[in-house]
């Protein structure tokens, strides 16, 4: 992108939305960059305004687009949200481990936020130059590329996800075409959500959350009109459906 005047990142508090915030601080000093999370952190840089967001409340997503959206339409919306497991939350390894719970959690967080991020926020897109709405996603969303099969509940919302995302970026073309609506596939990073899986994880495919910040930004600056609705990973690859 060119020099993005107004950069919003939800999920600030996790390990990539608190990289994006550190790289695009950087890479834009002159950008007005807003962070949302649930909780503020403990940082104190000049071009980084943090927030509190309340994800199970709507309201709170609507005031969160507002604030976002006060001085001047948005040029970059990255949404860094997401959960794999919690507490009694374990991606499922057959059909005897699922919960009607586990489901509604999962869809609740990686589907159903998001959606209303993207409600509140896509009308704020800047309309006269190129902006970026960048949701993250997960290769394991994709359902041609599954050769494994288990973790029901975590694949099943992350492909409900990328429906959201091809629905709004039809809908969003036909009043913003300059607008482009994204999923972004991060790689396995080495957070919280992670930790429990990474034994199976060669070491150079375990990425540190700079690392995959990184990536994905250089892939958002790739982007074309083309590339909307579409899923892409941190080496700029196309994620089937």
């Known amino acids: 992108m060119k020099h993005p005047k107004n950069i919003t990142i939800i999920g600030g508090g996790g390990a990539i939305g608190s990289a994006f915030a550190e790289a695009l601080s950087a890479q834009y000093p002159s950008a007005t960059i807003t962070v949302f999370s649930r909780r503020i952190p ?12 309340d994800y199970e409340n709507e309201s709170s997503i609507q005031s969160a687009s507002i604030l976002a959206a006060a001085t001047m339409p948005l040029d970059l919306v990255l949404v860094a949200t997401g959960i794999l497991h919690e507490h009694n939350i374990r991606p499922e390894k057959s059909l005897r481990e699922l919960s009607a719970n586990n489901f509604e959690r999962l869809f609740k967080v990686n589907a159903i936020v998001p959606a209303l991020i993207a409600k509140y926020f896509l009308p704020e897109l800047n309309r006269k130059s190129k902006s970026v709405f960048a949701v ?54 080495d957070s919280n959500l992670s930790k429990p899986f990474q034994n199976n994880v060669a070491n150079s495919k375990l990425f540190s959350a700079s690392y995959s910040a990184q990536q994905l930004l250089s892939v958002i600056e790739k982007l074309s009109a083309e590339s909307t609705g579409r899923c892409f990973a941190w080496d700029g690859s196309e994620i089937l459906p």
């Open 42 to 53: 403990d940082v104190k840089v000049n071009n980084l305004h943090y927030h509190q967001i």
């Open 136 to 189: 993250l996603s997960a290769r394991v969303g994709s359902i041609s590329d599954n050769q494994l099969g288990g973790w029901y509940a975590y694949r099943a919302s992350k492909s409900a996800l990328n429906m959201v995302i091809k629905s709004a970026s039809i809908e969003i073309a036909r009043k913003n075409p300059e607008a482009i609506i994204v999923g972004l596939h991060p790689g396995t990073v």
